[in-house]
């Protein structure tokens, strides 16, 4: 029986390999989504889905929109997936270096291979919704002179040709993502047994050392904090809602932490519990 899992993006984007690496071995029945909203309005749709959404990209930085997405939605993180972002150059088989004239992709996608296309200064640059998308517009339609840039894996599905692989500026460069699901199928699809990562959201009140106190206990309990992105809570100034993400060896050791800062904070939610995830090459 086949998994259906939502993404943003169509086939041949980077969350269509990221879905395929993570449920690796699986038959899966993809959703193809135009933005986040509809990737969890499908998990609402129906229960079954699972999502995968980007969160954090090591050289763009946090999505923060998807986090407002997903405390607002409720649905559970069951796991994670650090892809390597490596960008191509595609265009028409009949195309070559001698007649581009025009880059598409998304705006991301540019600006991560903003020194390659400074060598390439006589290239139109054109800002596309998807970075396979660019790559399917232009075999639809047949726009000679056109080239995108996405991943290596679009040019087989879409019929194009790879110009130059590895346009990327920096090498090290990984969007992480989430695998997101319903809170009734969460405890099926990854047993808090076998987690060692855990995300959470809460806010503080507006104290000196508010911040402070909890971090100190997560120190106490020997909780490894991997990340904190704090959002402005909409309507009440200054004041946050703080996003964090932490690493432990003991669950139980994990739980008692839980419960010795919830009376610091406020509305304090597990967001999902589940194994750290291993960066793909």
Not at 74 to 84: A, D, T, Y
Not at 159 to 183: A, C, W
Not at 193 to 213: I, W, Y
Not at 243 to 271: H, M, N
């Amino acid at each position: 029986m086949s998994k259906k899992v939502a993404i943003q993006g169509i086939k041949g984007s980077f969350h269509d390999i990221a879905a395929h690496q993570y449920f690796e071995g699986e038959q899966l029945e993809l959703l193809c989504c135009d933005t986040f909203e509809q990737v969890f309005e499908a998990m609402r749709d129906d229960h079954d889905v699972i999502g995968l959404v980007a969160i954090e990209n090591t050289i763009a930085g946090s999505l923060l929109h998807n986090y407002e997405l997903l405390r607002d939605s409720r649905m559970q993180v069951i796991g994670e997936h650090k892809l390597r972002i490596k960008h191509s150059l595609l265009c028409l088989p009949d195309d070559s270096w001698e007649s581009i004239t025009e880059v598409n992709s998304h705006p991301v996608a540019l600006m991560q291979c903003r020194q390659f296309l400074q060598q390439h200064r006589g290239l139109k640059i054109v800002e596309a919704e998807d970075t396979a998308g660019a790559a399917r517009d232009i075999s639809e339609q047949q726009l000679h002179g056109h080239a995108a840039i996405c991943s290596v894996h679009a040019a087989k599905l879409y019929g194009m040709k790879v110009l130059e692989e590895g346009i990327e500026t920096n090498k090290h460069n990984f969007t992480r993502f989430l695998v997101v699901s319903d809170p009734l199928n969460a405890p099926y699809l990854c047993s808090p047994d076998t987690s060692n990562k855990a995300s959470l959201v809460f806010s503080l009140p507006h104290n000196e050392g508010s911040l402070s106190q909890v971090l100190s206990i997560f120190s106490f309990y020997r909780i490894n904090l991997t990340k904190i992105q704090s959002l402005p809570i909409i309507g009440r100034e200054w004041e946050y809602m703080f996003y964090v993400d932490l690493t432990y060896d003991s669950y139980i050791r994990y739980r008692q932490s839980i419960d010795a800062i919830r009376p610091l904070t406020r509305q304090l939610s597990v967001l999902g519990e589940y194994r750290e995830g291993k960066s793909s090459i």
